[in-house]
């Protein structure tokens, strides 16, 4: 038995598990893109760069559109309509009627705000309790303690603390049990692909002849609907029916963006960059030292923390280089570099090597 296509099914409208695990990375693996574009262009005009601190919301709130449209005109989300998918209520009789109203709002749900929130959590774990290196748009872990040590709520501090304990356990039995709904479909044991179909009693099916039919039906007779309609809906209507052809276009107009972005993206690679393209930039200016912050000796081989010849140097985020010990023992205890009081974590020191040391 290959399992992939589930060929034990007696059902020809069931889709395979092939089927159902490329249309939901479908739409997911379009957001790296997103970033990537909206790096490209923030680069070249720098008035649009505060959009990638946006790029989840500009991500999502586009699919929130695109997934209600196709679900209210096709009973399906994108990347389902696209694989010629659909979904349907499980009934006793095996029919497959359209999802009611109902059923289309909870599926909207699951399918934007679900994942919108489950990414943003994912996100600030990492960036919270990632082990203080940047992430996705200059944010450390450095400037989460900073910030939660502002702020002296104690309730605030315990639900990190609960945050921190329970959320990888949590979102692993998230994953697990969505790994659990997919093999028990691939062994034909469920007709649910997910736990949020499952929830809402829906199953997917293969768009059948019968389903074009009816779709046609509805559009014609929504056209005679509007032909008793006044002039100023009518011309209402037009704009609105504009829309959503632009997102009907949409599914054939993905491949070839695709297929544009992956060839610009071949086109801009450093291979075919040249070298001597742009000036190399200035470097940036010295960082200011604190007037509370320790003072750094005249004599450039002294630590500025023991006062002592400097042995095993490493570098804060200021850019002043200690002892080892004696700046992973400060920033330990008080997450700041010792001269610039900047905040920053153990992670972020960067030892420096000597040539005699090679």
Request: hydrophobic share 40%.
């Amino acid at each position: 038995m290959n399992i992939l296509y589930n060929f034990n099914t007696t059902d020809a409208s069931h889709p395979s598990f092939f089927e159902m695990f490329i249309q939901t990375q479908m739409m997911p693996s379009l957001k790296p893109a997103l970033k990537y574009v909206l790096a490209v262009l923030s680069q070249k005009y720098p008035r649009i760069e505060g959009s990638l601190k946006w790029a989840d919301e500009i991500f999502y709130g586009a699919l929130f559109v695109i997934e209600r449209h196709y679900l209210k005109n096709y009973d399906g989300s994108f990347s389902e309509n696209f694989y010629g998918l659909r979904r349907a209520p499980v009934t006793v009789d095996g029919k497959a009627p359209p999802p009611t109203r109902a059923q289309k709002q909870a599926s909207l749900f699951f399918l934007v705000i679900v994942p919108y929130l489950k990414d943003k959590l994912d996100q600030y774990y990492a960036r919270r309790f990632g082990g203080g290196h940047e992430h996705d748009f200059g944010y450390s872990a450095a400037y989460y303690v900073a910030r939660d040590q502002a702020n002296q709520s104690r309730l605030w501090k315990f639900l990190l603390v609960l945050f921190k304990k329970f959320y990888p356990a949590l979102s692993a039995i998230y994953e697990g049990i969505f790994f659990v709904y997919q093999l028990l479909y691939m062994y034909n044991h469920t007709v649910f692909y997910t736990p949020f179909l499952h929830l809402q009693g829906l199953t997917v099916k293969r768009v059948s002849a019968h389903d074009l039919m009816q779709q046609s039906q509805r559009e014609a007779t929504k056209k005679m609907l509007r032909s008793n309609l006044g002039l100023l809906k009518t011309l209402l209507l037009s704009f609105s029916d504009a829309g959503h052809k632009l997102l009907d276009f949409f599914k054939y107009l993905l491949p070839t963006t695709i297929f544009v972005f992956k060839f610009l993206e071949w086109w801009y690679s450093e291979n075919r960059l040249s070298t001597n393209a742009e000036p190399i930039p200035p470097p940036p200016d010295a960082p200011k030292k604190s007037s509370g912050g320790a003072v750094v000796p005249k004599d450039k081989t002294i630590c500025p923390l023991c006062n002592n010849k400097r042995t095993n140097p490493a570098m804060s985020v200021g850019g002043f280089v200690f002892c080892y010990p004696c700046l992973f023992n400060h920033v330990q205890m008080h997450n700041k570099c010792p001269v610039t009081l900047l905040p920053m974590s153990t992670d972020q020191i960067r030892k420096i090597y000597d040539e005699d040391r090679g």
